[in-house]
């Protein structure tokens, strides 16, 4: 059974910095991963969609890769600011599984201005 | 745009109660989920619907049942609530029938509790 790790579970970073947060996951043969972002008393908000076969995804101040032999993807957020604090939960599909997505806990993240 | 509409966005439940959650998009999505999800374990999913007409179990079924009223509307039904089903439930949407790279649109959440 495929398991999605996101450690640390909390982080603070003062505003301007470049972070990176973390996804391990056990099984390789995944289909695509998500990053998704959830705001407080809110749903989540898909960021970026990395396929299987690509190795980075792009989207403004945010870049996610994903390298599937170690089992890791990493989102690195460039020059954070604290409208970025949120939560952030990386999703995997399983090449076995095209309907269920696995979720990790998330890394809630606080940017301090 | 309203995009996924869930309702209600709280509900308290005594144990035994029933209710039906709510949950429609305007976005012409044909494949529409279920998910809890519950502190330090992420989202699980409970039930997901394909297509109008069609609907399959998730990771966590049992205590659930599910109806695709027509491609806009998927509900959720607590027959007979228990604590354990003291969650906050997000329904979501996607476009297309299952080819796996579609991006998942969610509902801002039902926060169920059961005493």
């Known amino acids: 059974k495929q398991e999605v790790t996101q450690i640390p579970a909390a982080l603070s970073v003062p505003e301007g910095e470049n972070l990176v947060l973390n996804c391990s996951f056990t099984d390789s043969a995944i289909y695509n991963l998500q990053w998704f972002r959830q705001d407080p008393g809110k749903g989540l908000t898909s960021l970026l969609l990395?396929?299987?076969?690509?190795r980075e995804q792009t989207s403004g101040r945010l870049n996610a890769s994903l390298d599937k032999s170690s089992g890791r993807s990493t989102l690195y957020i460039a020059a954070s600011q604290p409208g970025d604090s949120a939560t952030y939960l990386c999703?995997?599909?399983?090449?076995?599984?095209?309907?269920?997505?696995?979720f990790g806990s998330g890394t809630q993240l606080t940017v301090l201005p | 745009n309203a995009g996924v509409t869930q309702t209600p966005k709280f509900q308290v439940l005594k144990t035994g109660q029933s209710m039906t959650l709510q949950c429609a998009q305007d976005?012409?999505?044909?494949?529409m989920y279920w998910y809890r999800q519950d502190p330090g374990m992420g989202l699980r999913l409970i039930y997901y619907?394909?297509?109008?007409?069609?609907?399959d179990k998730g990771e966590v079924p049992n205590g659930y049942n599910v109806s695709r009223l027509n491609k806009r509307e998927f509900s959720l039904r607590l027959e007979s609530a228990a604590p354990s089903q003291t969650s906050v439930y997000f329904c979501?949407?996607?476009?297309?029938?299952?080819?796996?790279?579609?991006?998942?649109?969610f509902g801002s959440g039902t926060q169920l509790s059961v005493l």
């Open positions: 979501a949407s996607s476009e297309s029938r299952g080819g796996g790279n579609e991006k998942l649109f």
């Open positions: 619907s394909a297509s109008e007409g069609t609907t």
């Open positions: 976005m012409n999505h044909n494949s």
């Open positions: 999703a995997l599909r399983s090449s076995g599984s095209a309907r269920q997505l696995t």
């Open positions: 990395i396929q299987s076969s690509q």
